[in-house]
């Protein structure tokens, strides 16, 4: 149910009636407390509470992932957000801790794994999951980890709502429900825009991570990593335990810095490449990072995803966009530019690279084009089946090499004259589709030298690294045949 503001509603309407506490009493759900969301327009829906009680103040936003649910709780690119799952039922399959994608390693303000959003909406969550690896139910789960839930929410009207107005902030509680108190609430919390949540995901001191780390219960799907060849210092924005290991699994051998770290101490290690993670919040934020990186560029073989390729680009003094409702999702149509190839990718971020700021058009070099669209929409570039090149006054050329085929906005750039490259998505499939798994083994060639590190067959990339891939099963499954 969805209100606005000035309907006024009073609190105890909120509460539920006897009829339907005795009723939800007999289902697998049992008796639950009332829930409120209120957003920053003071648009108001009420549910129930399916996870810890208390009040949280966020970002609220949406994923259309079908699944992963867990990998998406903690992914600590979610900090300072309350996240709305699209599809209707969630929690369906449990939890299994060891898919936990928080790699954060623990401190005394928080402890190891532990999930960095603010607060998660369902429209209908699972108590009863069924699944052979799971050990605990997603509501268990929420309540141990203090993170306030609800569900019973109209989610396709709050999904229709954000992307007619934009992701905006919120407010959950299980505890308050005088909207003149919320709204208060609202008005102190802080924005989104301006605040650098890195520093509340990042390591505060590196670590190493290489294939003795790689979780062994994911054994029977993850065949054996390549051996190792080369040393790549991650800063860590945020980072996924799966691009750790999608990292390890071409060849890496990490260590993990702090989102701080002087580009003076990673270039005295002598590592073959630097890799710049995920993370949460406004790029513009994160000054001390991407200050760093423009130290590196040049230098060093450059990887960066996500939060990473804004750093790139802001490195090379771009501007960057706050989307209207942002890509969060493991269905995002990406148009390789280079392969003229569709990926359907992984996404988390809520802002975005001006790839016209980085500088303009060569001729020569972007099918004889001088002008960007007056729209701004990339996906002419698409159609015309060229990859632009523009002349950064910094760093030489830079091409546009993928796009956002929902929006037109820019989702990967490579530098021709540095080895350095970047995407706006997370290729290590987690949750989410295994297409754009090419770009770990685009990153290793670089470090290999190899000029045309990102020509490589996407189709047949995917598939490697699985169980299921191995010439072992592929025989095993004629002989059954």
Not at 169 to 196: C, H, M, R, W, Y
Request: with cysteine; glycine share 10%.
């Amino acid at each position: 149910m969805g209100t606005n503001l000035s309907a006024g509603i009073m609190s105890a309407k909120a509460a539920p009636s006897d009829l339907a506490q005795r009723i939800m009493s007999r289902t697998s759900k049992g008796c639950a407390s009332a829930a409120i969301l209120m957003l920053a327009d003071g648009t108001v829906f009420y549910g129930r509470a399916c996870g810890a009680a208390g009040t949280a103040c966020g970002e609220v936003c949406f994923n259309t992932s079908l699944e992963g649910y867990f990998e998406v709780l903690t992914d600590p690119s979610y900090a300072g957000q309350i996240v709305t799952m699209t599809y209707p039922q969630i929690g369906n399959y449990g939890i299994d801790p060891d898919d936990v994608q928080s790699a954060y390693p623990g401190s005394i303000e928080r402890g190891a794994a532990t999930p960095a959003l603010r607060g998660m909406i369902v429209h209908d969550m699972c108590h009863t999951p069924s699944n052979w690896r799971s050990s605990i139910s997603l509501p268990e789960y929420l309540k141990d980890n203090g993170i306030v839930a609800v569900e019973g929410v109209d989610t396709r009207a709050l999904v229709r709502h954000l992307r007619d107005h934009g992701a905006q902030q919120g407010v959950i509680s299980t505890e308050v429900f005088d909207l003149t108190e919320l709204a208060a609430k609202l008005a102190e919390a802080p924005a989104l825009v301006g605040e650098n949540l890195v520093k509340t995901v990042s390591c505060a001191d590196e670590y190493p991570y290489a294939a003795a780390d790689l979780p062994a219960a994911h054994a029977f799907a993850d065949a054996a990593p390549a051996p190792a060849k080369y040393r790549v210092v991650v800063y860590d924005c945020g980072i996924k335990r799966g691009i750790l290991e999608g990292l390890v699994r071409v060849g890496c051998e990490l260590t993990v810095v702090p989102w701080n770290t002087p580009a003076s101490h990673v270039l005295e290690m002598n590592p073959d490449g630097v890799f710049l993670s995920n993370g949460p919040g406004d790029p513009d934020a994160v000054e001390e990072t991407y200050a760093q990186v423009q130290q590196l560029i040049g230098k060093v073989p450059l990887f960066g995803i996500c939060l990473g390729h804004q750093m790139i680009g802001l490195a090379c003094g771009a501007q960057m966009e706050k989307l209207k409702f942002g890509h969060r999702g493991g269905n995002q149509p990406v148009m390789n530019l280079i392969s003229h190839r569709v990926e359907i990718t992984a996404q988390n971020h809520g802002f975005g690279l001006v790839f016209p700021s980085l500088g303009k058009l060569i001729p020569e070099l972007s099918g004889g084009e001088t002008e960007y669209p007056a729209d701004g929409d990339l996906r002419v570039w698409a159609q015309r089946g060229i990859a632009p090149v523009v002349q950064n006054e910094r760093f030489g050329r830079i091409r546009l090499t993928h796009i956002n085929l929902n929006d037109g906005t820019a989702e990967g750039i490579q530098l021709l004259d540095s080895p350095a490259f970047s995407v706006q998505y997370h290729p290590e499939a987690a949750p989410g589709p295994t297409d754009a798994h090419y770009l770990f083994t685009a990153f290793a060639h670089l470090m290999d030298g190899d000029a045309d590190y990102l020509d490589i067959d996407i189709s047949k990339d995917r598939l490697a690294g699985w169980v299921f891939d191995s010439e072992d099963v592929s025989a095993t499954v004629d002989t059954q045949a």
